[in-house]
């Protein structure tokens, strides 16, 4: 099966040949949204599985109007949204000690220095309500009411928890930087 078109109308049919045609289509992708917003590989496995769980199931309700790849997006950061709120993560942001760096700012030079995959395993290491909070006000656009609501936080913890995230990447990124100069001396 090539056409989109016909894998989703086989879907929602129900037809076991388009849904595995529309899973290896989708699922590298979707994967790595998922693992985005997850702690490791396993997490993220679970919540595509959960995800296309979801897709499977709805997939009649999808009126081909707009983009389908944004439709099955937006069903897996819901999902892994639900996994996160499932295990409401034992330690309190408030709790989690930072690391103190100086507060000197990072130069151009020094941002040369940390590769972007370093930037993308830094993000990854966030406390998992700040890496939720970043991704989808960084990645998926959604503005501090939405993320909120989904959340089931206020707009002012989402606002300080995004800041928070973002010093924390900072702080991580001027960790490196020092290192890399300490090596060098």
């Avoid at 929602?12 to 899973?23: D, E, M, R, T």
């Avoid at 897709?55 to 009126?63: E, G």
């Avoid at 928070?164 to 490196?176: G, P, T, V, Y």
Wanted: glycine share 4%; proline share 3%; net charge neutral.
């Amino acid at each position: 099966m090539d056409n989109l078109e016909e894998i989703i109308k086989g879907c929602q049919k129900g037809q076991s040949s388009s849904q595995k045609a529309l899973y290896e289509l989708y699922a590298p992708k979707m994967f790595g949204v998922c693992l985005q917003y997850c702690k490791d590989e396993t997490e993220a496995e679970d919540c595509l599985q959960e995800g296309f769980i979801k897709v499977f199931k709805n997939i009649k309700k999808y009126r081909f109007e707009g983009s389908f790849e944004g439709w099955v997006r937006r069903i897996m950061v819901n999902a892994t949204i639900e996994s996160f709120r499932k295990k409401k993560p034992v330690s309190s942001l408030e709790d989690i000690t930072m690391v103190p760096v100086a507060d000197d700012d990072i130069t151009e030079e020094d941002a040369e220095q940390v590769k972007l995959e370093e930037v993308y395993k830094i993000m990854k290491e966030l406390p998992p309500k700040y890496r939720m909070i970043f991704n989808l006000y960084a990645i998926e656009g959604l503005s501090h009411k939405e993320i909120a609501e989904l959340l089931d936080i206020s707009v002012g913890t989402s606002k300080s928890n995004l800041a928070r995230a973002r010093k924390w990447i900072r702080d991580k990124i001027m960790e490196k930087i020092k290192r890399k100069q300490n090596a060098v001396c």
